[in-house]
């Protein structure tokens, strides 16, 4: 290699960076991301590699309700894992499923990261009265339990609500319980690192041009304040997935006409002891391998950003 | 400072004070029956700059010198006191009208690895100020423009593609000289530029700068705790101690013939070749707590030359024969002479002051 310094793709900087070196050497985090790409990769595009469309009710047929998977006694080549007391395949149910929980958990994540690196951001710099009446509504949210506050928000909606415009509103009920419970971590972190940032000299340099300060905040210190929050949106995606899970699970989430994992869990709950295992079993295995995948990445990318364990 | 009257001042600083609110929040106060808490971080600082020279700031860390820096360039606001910039006083300024002063103001940094962000190319860093100040008009003129100041600096054009990490201390502090030079400034604030760096690689920047004033007629204040440092730059000095300047005048009358006690300590500190094994004069105590600064002259706990007056009454600055000024009660009764002054504190050490005053 020459010494003269010459520009690097973009692609081979990734290639040769500490976090891809990471990644590639150890089988664990391959693993977790081949199994999250899959899911995902499968959810997506859910409405093209489903063999059935668990929701129209006409192709739908009793006659082959409560089937076993193809490899039980029993089992109908149609329905590689069985079906449910309605005839629905819970393949195709466990990719549409996956896809509702995959966009909650993504958009509440997102908001949930929006909301929290605005107001940490503005938080940390500004200080003063402003951080404080944000940093007391952190600490009040952060001393209720989460699932009890998204209990709380369901249940208001649903009260406010008529009834009709329950299963519609679930998606969106869902993705503010969510978000309003957990973008309280993201603005603590940020704060904090804002708060160490906003003393160093190069924001110092940009207030001396002038930058105004939202300008300095975006453009300059964002930027040296994403690593960690990376890391917590991952971690967040899992647990935001597993929220969803849970208020499904307990009847305040999806509906069983447009189900999530969650949901698909509660309904085959009921059918476990009657022997039907298998509309339980699956959609809760998938829940365990995209939660532990997802988490196992964020483990990594904690890892790998952490200037301590390099 | 009384040295430059032939022409008008660049900067001129008049009483400049600053007084940090240290007080715990109101609840506290309350509850906790606590009193107000205040830091006199700079007490009544009179300095003038004269176009085209450098004026340096000496002192022992925590006398005030940083934030005299950051007053100056605007970073905070004065407690009380004038700064005069060619005319105008800045501390009375709105912070809309701040903006044409801006540009003729800049700063150099201490930590040339703090001053620098990490995730901005080079190239960015240093079009930062002529953006913000719609210095250039165009893409490719604003990039010939941060060619030819890394240039100026030393460096390759082609070194704006990289990252602040791929560049030493010295080369980060170039980068950051070619910042604060962009907007062709007529002063720089010098805070511990070249602290942080190797003594090999400080001498390079601190060339730099030399030339550089000579280039483009930069006026300096340049803020250092080396006097070796200063010695090199500096037209005039300033001896700063907890927060008040107790002697300045011509750099060359300070370091020949420094008259305040703290100052011939300081000269005393720095080390010379041809001292040998001489019984150097150990350096008594510490800053005291500028919280609770001590009654008097602050310097007084540490001064061998302290009476019940030094303790009493603060000494005011008074002209001296040789273009200085000095604020202490010793050198104005002339209590100065003796060429060993028995130490009041210690176990009897013995303070040896006179160095250079013969």
Redesign the interface.
Known sequence: MSLEAFPQSRLAAIIESDLFYKFRTSWITVGAFVVTLVIVLAAVLAPWIAPHDPFDVSTLSLWDSELPPVWAEGGDPRFLLGTDNQGRDVFSAILYGSRISLAVGFVSVAFAMVIGIVIGLVSGYFGGAIDAFFMRIADVMLSFPTILVALLVSGIVRGALPREMHDSAALIVLVFAITVTTWVQYARTVRSSTMVERSREYVYAAQLVGRKPFAILFSHILPNVMGPVLVIATINLAMAILIEATLSFLGVGMPPTNPSLGTLIRVGNEYLFSGVWWVVIFPSLTLVALVLAVNLLGDWLRDALNPKLR | MSTATEQKPLVALDGLSKTFDLSPPLLNRLIERKGRRSLRAVDGLNIDIPRGKTFALVGESGCGKSTVA?LV???HGASAGKITFDGTDLTKLAAAD??AF?KRI??I???PY???????RVRD?IA??LR??GITSSKAEERAEVGRLLELVGLSA??G??FPHEFSGGQRQRI?IA?AIS?KPEFLVCDEPTSALDVSVQSQVLNLMRDLQDELGLTYLFISHDLAVVDFMSDYVGVMYLGRLVEAGPAERIFSAPEHPYTRLLMDTVPDITMGRRNRAPVIGEVPNPITPPPGCSFNPRCPLANDRCRAQAPEARKRAGGSIVACHAVEEGRDTPETVACETGEGARMQLARGAA
């Open positions: 950051k360039v605007g970073l701040r903006g801006r800049q700063m940094f201490q930590d703090a001053s620098l962000n990490p995730r901005w860093i930062e100020p913000s100040f082609r070194d593609e990289k950051s910042r907007s």
